[in-house]
């Protein structure tokens, strides 16, 4: 399923601006990692599901979230009233009105809101997302920062609504309390999964063996993209030959299995050069590169620009 970014929609720069939201607040520390936002990292229950008001965590911040990431935790804002910007990894979104945005488990995320801003934050553990997209395959959670835009009242009505019985049946426990829970939540997603298709004309395919495969090498290449492993390290976790995993890797994501896992040590790497201050040797050795001028060179043939350019550009948007 795919799903739509922020082409065609109009933003008010001034407004933005104005309200001070042009800038967004840096950490010289690497990336924080939280449970919910300023709360120590704990582990994270494998059905965990958590609803407040956006303006509960922003208003104390004045609408400044740092940089910071989740690693096994999901989000789903519905923005009911406001502007605002998100900035994470390579994107820098902005948005002004009713939206949906989602922030998927292991994505570096930190918001300027307006001072107007209104909404809601629906946080799910990867363990329960996971299972739900198991069994309705018909859904589904994008793999990036992603907003989509809501066009008309009665769609936003809907979609409050979905939010306000969850957040009854969360907030008490009545006869058949889960089962409620899991009806809205189920609810809620198959309107945002409607309104993406109204918006975008889409074909669903199947899951197939390569699309499997591809997730389980993803998943290897999570668990271990700091470590200098080479491929076979893979194939012998997956237990496929090479020529298989070439295929799927092809065929699913037009890119070879190589290239996936240096794009995801690349994206660790722009990370680093972002949101922290670690030299560039550092940030060489904490994707597991042992040579700085190797990395180097490798990190601006992939991109375009060197790593100290990088940094320097990124930051100057930020």
């Keep these: 399923m795919c799903w739509k970014a922020m082409e065609g929609c109009t933003i008010n720069l001034d ?35 958590h609803l407040e008001e956006i303006k509960d965590r922003s208003a104390p911040l004045h609408g400044q979230i740092r940089p910071h990431m989740h ?22 979104l902005h948005f002004d009105g009713s939206h949906i945005l989602f922030v998927p488990a292991g994505t570096v995320h930190g918001f300027a809101f307006s001072h107007d801003i209104l909404g ?36 936003l009505h809907g979609l409050r609504l979905w939010i306000m019985r969850l957040g009854r049946e969360l907030f008490w426990e009545a006869p058949a309390h889960m089962a409620a829970v899991e009806a809205n939540l189920l609810g809620l ?12 004309r889409m074909v669903e395919t199947p899951v197939g063996p390569q699309q499997r495969l591809v997730a389980r090498f993803r998943e290897h290449i999570e668990a271990r993209y700091k470590e200098p492993l080479a491929l076979n390290t893979y194939l012998a ?35 680093l ?15 597991g590169f042992d040579d700085p001028a190797y990395f180097s060179r490798l990190f601006t043939r992939q991109t375009g620009v060197s790593p100290r350019a990088y940094r320097a550009g990124r930051r100057q948007i930020a």
Excluded: W
């Design 273 to 287: 050069l972002l949101y922290s201050d670690l030299s560039i040797s550092a940030c060489c050795r904490q994707i």
């Design 189 to 200: 997603m198959a309107d945002i999964h409607r309104l993406s298709h109204r918006q975008i």
């Design 120 to 155: 809601y934050v629906l946080t799910i553990a990867s363990a329960h997302l996971d299972a739900l997209l198991r069994t309705h395959i018909s859904l589904a959670f994008p793999p990036a920062l992603q907003a989509l835009e809501i066009s008309d009242r009665p769609t």
């Design 71 to 92: 690693a096994d935790l999901n989000h789903i804002f519905l923005i009911t009233q406001g502007a605002g910007r998100i900035l994470g990894d390579d994107a820098d």
């Design 15 to 49: 407004k933005l601006n104005n309200q001070g939201l042009s800038k967004m607040p840096k950490d010289p520390t690497p990336i924080p990692r939280f449970f919910l936002f300023g709360e120590a990292p704990k582990e994270v229950d494998h059905n965990f599901l």
């Design 237 to 271: 976790a997956l237990r496929v030959s090479e020529t298989q995993l070439r295929y799927a890797c092809q065929k699913v994501g037009q890119n070879s299995p190589k290239q996936m896992i240096l794009d995801r040590r690349l994206i660790e790497a722009k990370r």
